[in-house]
T-cell receptor, first 107, second 115 residues
Framework: AQRVTQPEKLLSVFKGAPVELKCNYS??????LFWYVQYSRQRLQLLLR??SRESIKGFTADLNKGETSFHLKKPFAQEEDSAMYYC?????????FGSGTQLTVLP | DTGVSQDPRHKITKRGQNVTFRCDPI?????LYWYRQTLGQGPEFLTY????????KSRLLSDRFSAERPKGSFSTLEIQRTEQGDSAMYLC?????????????FGPGTRLTVL
């Protein structure tokens, strides 16, 4: 069965501090890996996808196939990064979401 | 607004009643998904359409749930004989086949409360 673990439900950091949101997954085959974000009172939206190896809003995600982890990182957190973040491995047919990490960046 | 739209945004119903939700995807998107999200959890996959064909169904989708996408455009999700456990946010998403992106665009959701 597919399983996604985001161990921290809540994470608080100070502005300017580094932030890492953890994601471990168990998935048959070779899934695509995504991070989705939901800002307050907004809809769920794609933050980044591993295959494109891009950096969005200063975030990057490191895939470790051996550990089956896909942690999201940002070197200097900003207050506008406060949001709910979901790790989501999957395919074109469906995504499996973790339970999410609520990130709060304190001033 | 050219994003995914869902109607209604909120629905309160009594246990045992039937409810139907509508999703209008982004116009050129041929893939459509339904997810369910309960408090404190991430979205859970329910079903997937490619054009009008329903190609994937989760085991979460009991016999009381049925989804259609008759002309490959909008979709409906019907829940028959609602139960209190059906209370959740129902999310629709769409994407475009091809281009290798597989990015799903989400709607605002329909919040269902079963009394």
């Amino acid at each position: 069965a597919q399983r996604v673990t985001q161990p921290e439900k809540l994470l608080s950091v100070f502005k300017g501090a580094p932030v890492e949101l953890k994601c471990n997954y168990s998935y048959s085959g070779s899934p695509e890996l995504f991070w989705y974000v939901q800002y307050s009172r907004q809809r769920l939206q794609l933050l980044l996808r591993h295959i494109s190896r891009e950096s969005i809003k200063g975030f990057t995600a490191d895939l470790n196939k051996g550990e089956t982890s896909f942690h999201l990182k940002k070197p200097f957190a900003q207050e506008e990064d406060s949001a709910m973040y979901y790790c989501a491995p999957g395919s074109a047919r469906q995504l499996t979401f973790g339970s999410g990490t609520q990130l709060t960046v304190l001033p | 607004d050219t994003g995914v739209s869902q109607d209604p945004r909120h629905k309160i119903t009594k246990r045992g009643q039937n409810v139907t939700f509508r999703c209008d995807p982004i116009s050129e998107h041929n893939r459509l998904y339904w997810y369910r999200q309960t408090l404190g959890q991430g979205p859970e996959f329910l079903t997937y359409f490619q054009n009008e064909a329903q190609l994937e169904k989760s085991r979460l989708l009991s016999d009381r749930f049925s989804a259609e996408r008759p002309k490959g455009s909008f979709s409906t999700l019907e829940i028959q004989r609602t139960e209190q456990g059906d209370s959740a946010m129902y999310l629709c998403a769409s994407s475009l086949l091809g281009l290798g992106r597989n990015e799903q665009f989400f709607g605002p959701g329909t919040r269902l409360t079963v009394l």
